[in-house]
């Protein structure tokens, strides 16, 4: 992202809610719309293509709704920030579930929209911060694994979570698991720059693929990760600084 512009597309079937939210916005400075869709199936055309900073998104679209537009775009190298903008309250809590940044009700309100142009510019600048940080420590690499004698090159920011079993460290993404002979504790090294969090003395997580955080027994927990169905276990010793590291 440049520090001077935040790139952003409108999705949304309806021409005259594309047209006021494009007008609200040119009301911020730095804020350029690079493109317009009235469906999903062209938003996720011109995403791929423009690699924008901030989508805002209608839910419920002819096609392909908002909702899995979302959801796919996290198979994206280049993951947009999304708010979803709508005239349905429900989903609020679906979106979240997909890593929504922000969620605007129709009709927009000036004052909710500058709070979550607040929060675009904020998580913008931290991702930059994040970026510098990694390039100037020479983290900006892949993960090299071991696969059937191949040499797979994982990018850390895809890697849900990894655990130790037995002799192995399994890695795993939301597409597949990769088995490495590095110990666990080689790979917690080499990926200090990522926001990986220990949630128990096996296991730890990408913070930013979590998804639901679930009472267990005991006073511990249990994650979710976007895009894999099993729960990791957290341990009670672990919660509390899990969730100051979640929430805000």
């Not at 040119?26 to 317009?36: A, D, L, M, R, W």
């Not at 869709?37 to 995403?47: D, M």
């Not at 929209?113 to 020479?138: C, D, Y």
């Not at 079993?165 to 666990?184: F, N």
Request: aromatic fraction near 8%; charged fraction near 30%.
């Amino acid at each position: 992202m440049s520090t001077e512009t935040i790139r952003t597309i409108i999705v949304d079937d309806e021409p005259n809610s594309r047209d006021e939210l494009r007008f609200l916005l040119g009301s911020f400075s730095g804020v350029h719309v690079i493109e317009e869709a009235g469906s999903a199936e062209k938003a996720l055309e011109l995403i791929v293509r423009h690699e924008p900073d901030l989508v805002f998104l209608d839910i419920e679209m002819p096609g392909m709704s908002g909702m899995d537009l979302a959801a796919s775009l996290k198979k994206l190298k280049q993951i947009p920030l999304i708010v979803f903008a709508t005239a349905y309250p429900d989903y609020a809590a679906k979106a979240f579930r997909v890593q929504a940044l922000d969620y605007l009700l129709k009709p927009f309100d000036e004052e909710d929209l500058a709070e979550t142009m607040n929060l675009v510019k904020a998580r913008l600048r931290e991702k930059n911060e994040n970026s510098e940080t990694r390039i100037s420590q020479g983290r900006t690499g892949r993960l090299p694994v071991d696969d059937h004698g191949r040499i797979v090159y994982v990018v850390p920011e895809d890697i849900s979570y990894f655990y130790r079993e037995e002799r192995e460290t399994v890695i795993c993404t939301p597409a597949r698991e990769y088995r490495s002979k590095m110990p666990m504790k080689d790979l917690e090294d080499k990926l200090k720059p990522y926001r990986f969090f220990r949630t128990h003395k096996s296991y730890m997580v990408n913070l930013d693929h979590v998804a639901e955080l679930i009472p267990w027994m005991n006073g511990a927990y249990q994650v979710k990760v976007e895009g894999r169905s099993e729960e990791i276990p957290v341990s009670r010793n672990y919660v509390k600084a899990l969730r100051e590291q979640l929430e805000l």
